[in-house]
Nanobody, 124 residues
Framework: QVQLVESGGGLVQAGGSLRLSCAASGRTFSRYAMGWFRQAPGKERELVATISWSGAGTYYADSVKGRFTISRDNAKNTVYLQMNSLKPEDTAVYYC?????????????????WGQGTQVTVSS
């Protein structure tokens, strides 16, 4: 069982930055691939970025490539999403999720555990 708690969301102007954190409970955090997803009003949930359990592998959606960076600290049971050059279209609820797999996991159905989400609002 893994419990995930996101933090770091908020209101920011376009062009600004935010760093999201996701703290995980449990002793086996390092055995989970981690992902960040987002869901905007009226839209389906979409993958933003994912990282392998070692941190060596990452994947980004085209819409955030070059602006967002996913990282993890297995000693602190935490995964991060650094978001730079934010745009109004990045406005959404952001969720972190954990998949009991070693590699990069792009499919949402593989993620077994989800956080409650944190709101990110980017004003123009």
């Amino acid at each position: 069982q893994v419990q995930l708690v996101e933090s770091g969301g908020g209101l920011v102007q376009a062009g600004g930055s935010l760093r999201l954190s996701c703290a995980a409970s449990g002793r086996t955090f390092s055995r989970y691939a981690m992902g960040w997803f987002r869901q905007a009003p009226g839209k389906e949930r979409e993958l933003v970025a994912t990282i392998s359990w070692s941190g060596a592998g990452t994947y980004y959606a085209d819409s955030v490539k070059g602006r967002f960076t996913i990282s993890r600290d297995n000693a602190k049971n935490t995964v991060y999403l650094q978001m730079n050059s934010l745009k109004p279209e990045d406005t959404a609820v952001y969720y972190c999720a954990a998949a009991p797999l070693p590699g990069i996991v792009a499919g949402s159905s593989a993620y077994a555990y989800w956080g409650q989400g944190t709101q990110v609002t980017v004003s123009s």
